[in-house]
């Protein structure tokens, strides 16, 4: 429906611009009916770019061998769909582990002669525990942005190609297109980046014996795994951030216009 | 350097543009984007240094080392101090336990024992999982250095491109993140971390465990319910005492074990030789056997403590041991109250011994009275023969050690077990009684009667007990207690080094955030202070500048670079240069610039149709040539024809378009009709005035259009203002416009410092500061508006006079009303008048007609002014 209505306020704005500029043409104000059409074209413009630098992007991803399918708005939307899904993945591996631990403490410290290796458990995961703890917050939160993303990427595109057209509002047209795709790249790659990580983590099964044995030993090697994800995706999302400041600060700023030379 | 000098090219390129196209603010651009760079040339220099000086690429390599070695360390040691509280929680509690009370109540006991609340079990785990903390965050810190080095040559690409003018706002907030990561980081964390020495005492858990099953029997085969301790050897040596009682079990790890010895009451039984080699068909006598323990993962092996000895049971406690035996035969007795009675039959000839350790003795029996037949009577003969009863005295020592030891360990561990089941574990002050050894011997013989017989078939032999010997007395002794107790002793050193390198990490981290929340502050104030700051810097730089020849001659008044005259004047002008390189370069430069005038001013006037006649022409001339290369060479005339056939249509859209942007406007070809007079002129030129006017309106602009259409005529009909020396009117409203018009350019200098800084300000405020009379601020009121679309949007703002073409008028007329509303406020109703009759308000109630009337007239004059037309 979104993407419905994004179109729709696309085709508006370029109408309404290109007819604004016809009733200009035909009152004699060319100057003026020019800056109309221009800022039709710019609207245009503005959707052609941002589907550029996401197939460039995704070119280079794929050079790369980074995986990111983001060649146009289309794929991008989807992307952060499945990128919300890879993040409550990574979310719910880390919760499953925690409940996991926390039941194993609790059966011991429940069972008459393991009660004291209950402290002893808690000790030897307390960091991988709290490690997955802080994890699975960001990734559940990452997974909620994602999903936001995910529906208002239309919007988004839409409203700030055609806010990105009138002079006036530029920089807020500027603020949005950026936020989209700086926010789209960066999602997409951590989500790559945490679902590579998500093969190699097994949540442990409560049938298993060895699982029951060796729980901090998995517990810590899922805290490195997902940890270790985490400072790639905050690098990643970061960097995205700071792209996203500056491509705001280039659209808000550089404009070319052939008609007020 | 070579980015720095496209830079240059490009700037310089920009503003040859600009001043050969002589658009207006041409000396504030060049100062603004120099100033811009200077200031950006700096900011590139000082990463550069820092880079360079402070963080080179070696120290990634440093501070990688440096926290690959941190994370090592404290795996190794998180890894050991799990290792130490599984087996302190092992050995130091659980084997505690079972040594004190066997398997007694022992489920109970564990099922209540609070998690976390062991004074050294406690501690532990929680240096165990502040040092696995520790290492995560070491760990973070090295993938972020490690991505950091991979980022390095990124920055080191984008930190020129803070030379580029306009390129710098994109990159300039990436070059401040990349600069934390790769720079920042590896110099916080290049600094060297200390190491942490491990606790010198570990040890470890065993893995498997295996239980004892005790019977403890008395010499006369009865069960003890008394404490009784037994010592075992594990094969490293180790002295185990548990406290056993009958039908105790007690876990131990598995492994070998040797009976040392049992002990009741102060006395040690030591096993002998024989029960650990015991030969076939060869008596030995073993207070434990099997001497030799072999326990296996979860077996139970059953162990019989045989003492030697009896015992002498008191109400709290057992008050001593003996033994009682005539001819190699135990005696009878009985124990009651803290007392044992030894039953000794007369015999003559043969003697009972009895041997104690406790209290005093007595004997019951009348000699002389007891009928031994032949008319005599049995007369009992007790004395000492300097023996002592079986077992040596219990080192007194070890005793005193264990008990220390327990208390220390039941200290360390009562307050995690629950209240109710503590006193089964809790010792009490208690001394060593004191107790004798003795051994009687007790004989009987025959004599003559002494008095009335008494039928009494024994001599009860009354053995005194002196408590005691308990539970606070026999204390068992975990061999781990004194590994405990030095690793509680270490805890807090361990602790502090744990917590200074934690600290220094934690530091590090502090750094990191410091640095970088700096420089990614310094990049946010530079993105958004840059403009303001450079254009300030370049005011003063253009104004005070004489260090650049440039930008002095540009503060001139003279204008050297613009062209004045035309091209045949400049060329003949040219021709008078004497030397012919100079009269050659100038000539060059001046067709350089007309031509590129020329075409931009062409661009500007009719770009879109020009564009079009290009591309119609560029279009058909490509079909020509694919319809000559299609007749030349008959291969791939499909593809060519394909392309002729397109380049055809485009030139043909081409040229349809061209001629609908050629085509006059609706009011050129109305006006060109002669019909301009007509109804659909008159409607375009309503709408040209109509439309902007309803969207002021909408956006909630006062509009004064039509009353200040004629505010001057009617200043110069009624008021007089110009014409005349200055009237009471213009005497009492000019000072208060000026004053408005004061106010106004104060709150724009203040919302917008930089028009404030233009030349043209200082124009304006030249202006109002001579203006005295009403048409001299109008004139002033001008040159503000007249100081571009910000500022005439600005003071639209601040007055809500709409920014429309005609805002001067409206300014005008607003600026006088709001003083005639002062003094309208103030009762003086002359300034009612004169605002009524700005607005043409009717001052005296009129019959409709007249009404309808004055409405028409106000009508007509708009329609009038709408049109162009004199009103």
Known sequence: MLEVVSWA????????????????????????????????????????????????????????????????????????RQAAGVFWNASRVAVDTIMFVSVERAVLAAAPLTTPLSGVLGGATGWSVTELGIVSIFYMHLSFASDVISRVSWPLLSLGATLTAIPSLRKAGATLLAAYLSSTLSLVYSSNVVAQALRSIRVPSSTSVMDWIKVAEIAGSNAVALGNAATHTAVALALGAAAGVGLAALFGSIYISLTRV | ????????????????????????????????????????????????????????????????????????????????????????????????????????????????????????????????????????????????????????????ALLPTLLIHKVRRFTAPLIALLFTVSVITPYALSLRLPHVEAPLHFIEAPEKWGFAHFKVYDRSGGVVSAPVLVALKDISGRLYIARVSHEYTVALPAGNYTAAWAAAYFTRFDVPGCCLDPKPYAYCSCPVWPARLHLDNYSVVNVQVSLPVNLIYCEEGVGGIFTAQRGGAPLPFSSVNCRAAVYVEPREGEPAFIAVKGGGYGVIFPSGRVPAGNGTCWYVNVSRTGGKPPGVEIDHDLLGRARRGYIFWWNSVKDAVAEHLRSLFEVRNSNTPNYMEYELMVSFYKGACAGQPVQVPFAEVLIQGVCCWNDSHAVPLNPFWEQTHLIADSLPLLAGDIIRLFSLLYNSALLVVYWASGVLLAAGLYMGTLPYTAKALAERLTRGARLIPLLSLKAGEQQLWKPRRSLRDEIEDALWERSTIKRLARMLYILASHALRGTVSALRSKPVPLALRTFEVASASAARRYQREKAAAPDGWRRRYRLAKLARESSRVAKILYNVSTWPSGEHALRTASIAAGTLGTLARLARVIIPEIYYRARGYKVLLPYSLGYKQLEENFLAPRRSAMTNYERRVAPLVHKYLQELSDEVAKRAPWVAASAEWREFKEALQKAKRLHELDAAAELLLGMGEDVRRLVARITKVAPSPWMERDFALYLRLRALEEFERKGETWATFYKNMFLHELLLPLDWRARLQHKLWKLRRWHKWYLGEPI
Request: aromatic share 8%; hydrophobic share 55%.
């Open chain 1, 9 to 80: 306020m696309l085709g508006l704005a370029t109408g309404f611009h290109a007819a604004y500029g016809v009733l200009k043409w035909s009152l004699g104000m060319r100057r003026e009916a020019l800056y109309e059409w221009e800022k039709a074209v710019s609207v245009l413009v503005y959707l052609l770019v941002v589907h550029l630098i996401l197939w460039v992007s995704s070119e280079i991803s794929t050079a790369l061998g980074l995986g990111i399918s983001v060649s146009n708005p289309f794929s991008a939307a989807e992307s952060l």
């Open chain 2, 1 to 156: 350097m070579l980015l720095l000098g496209l830079s240059l090219a490009a700037l310089a390129a920009e503003l040859a543009v600009l001043f050969t196209l002589q658009r207006s603010g041409a000396r504030e651009l060049l100062s603004r984007e120099v100033s811009e760079l200077v200031l950006s040339t700096g900011l590139f220099l000082t990463f550069l240094i820092f880079a360079s000086y402070y963080a080179p690429p070696g120290a990634i390599e440093t501070a990688r080392e440096n926290l690959a070695e941190a994370g090592d360390a404290l795996n190794l040691i998180h890894r050991k101090l799990v290792g130490l509280s599984l087996g302190t929680t092992a050995l130091g509690v659980i084997l505690s336990f079972y040594l004190a009370r066997g398997s007694y109540k022992l489920p109970e006991i564990l099922q209540t024992y609070a998690v976390n609340l062991d004074r050294l079990v406690g501690p532990l785990s929680s240096i165990a999982s502040l040092v696995g903390l520790a290492a995560a965050l070491a760990r973070h810190f090295l993938l972020l250095v490690e991505l950091g080095g991979k980022l390095r040559p990124y920055l080191e």
